[in-house]
């Protein structure tokens, strides 16, 4: 079946640091990728998303790019604030057969001034 | 523009009561999501719907589970005799999709359940 796997966290960074989160997947044909992020006691956010390999989503200063020789979706920023602390799930989701968001189990990143 | 809803928020029960969640999709969505999230964890797909029907169920949804989308426009889940291991949040999301188009699933805020 599909699956989505994440770095473990906690991510613990200082404030305007480099990030990465990394994630790869495992699929049956091609599919749709996306980044979510849950705020503390917020509920998930769409952060950014790809829909064909090669793709770059990106928003709010993140970026990741959809590389199927890899089968990977790294989210990455380059400077970090302390608001960016919260949980980040990688997820993907066919585009024919099933509708459902197949999801990673979530990579929390913590940002100190 | 009001975004997916869910009521309530928070809910404590007891071992063996039936609970009930609604859901309120954003307006126009056409396509209506169930998941179920736990401590520590991403959230897992248990239902979804297209309009009214119901075209999709994970083995995760038991028997003492339904859901139901009458109207095509609102949601609820129920949960009869409810155990321990359901305590968990459930997430509620909707979409707007038509075929050959990678529709984006907007997600509520979720029911945190809580099984005494």
């Known amino acids: 079946g599909n699956s989505v796997t994440q770095m473990e966290g906690p991510v613990t960074l200082s404030e305007e640091a480099f990030l990465t989160i990394n994630c790869t997947y495992t699929?049956?044909?091609?599919?749709?990728l996306f980044w979510y992020v849950q705020y503390p006691g917020e509920g998930l956010q769409l952060l950014l998303k790809?829909?064909?390999?090669?793709d770059k989503g990106s928003n709010k200063g993140f970026e990741a790019t959809y590389r199927k020789e890899t089968t990977s979706f790294h989210l990455e920023k380059g400077s970090v604030q302390v608001s960016d602390s919260a949980v980040y799930f990688c997820?993907?989701?066919?585009?024919?057969?099933?509708?459902?968001?197949?999801f990673g189990s979530g990579t929390r990143l913590q940002v100190q001034p | 523009d009001t975004g997916v809803s869910q009521n309530p928020r928070h809910k404590i029960t007891k071992r063996g009561q039936n609970v009930t969640f609604r859901c309120d999709p954003i307006?126009?969505?056409?396509?209506l999501y169930w998941y179920r999230q736990t401590l520590g964890q991403g959230p897992e797909f248990l239902t979804y719907?297209?309009?009214?029907?119901?075209?999709?169920k994970s083995r995760l949804l038991s028997d003492r589970f339904s859901a139901e989308r009458p109207k095509g426009s609102f949601s609820t889940l129920e949960i009869q005799r409810t155990e321990q291991g359901d305590s968990a949040m459930y997430l509620c999301?909707?979409?707007?999709?038509?075929?050959?188009?990678?529709?984006?699933?907007?997600f509520g805020p979720g029911t945190r359940l809580t099984v005494l």
């Open positions: 719907f297209q309009n009214e029907a119901q075209l999709e």
């Open positions: 999301a909707s979409s707007f999709g038509s075929s050959g188009t990678t529709d984006t699933q907007y």
């Open positions: 790809a829909t064909k390999a090669d």
């Open positions: 997820a993907l989701r066919m585009d024919t057969g099933r509708r459902a968001l197949t």
């Open positions: 699929a049956t044909g091609y599919p749709s």
């Open positions: 307006s126009e969505h056409n396509r």
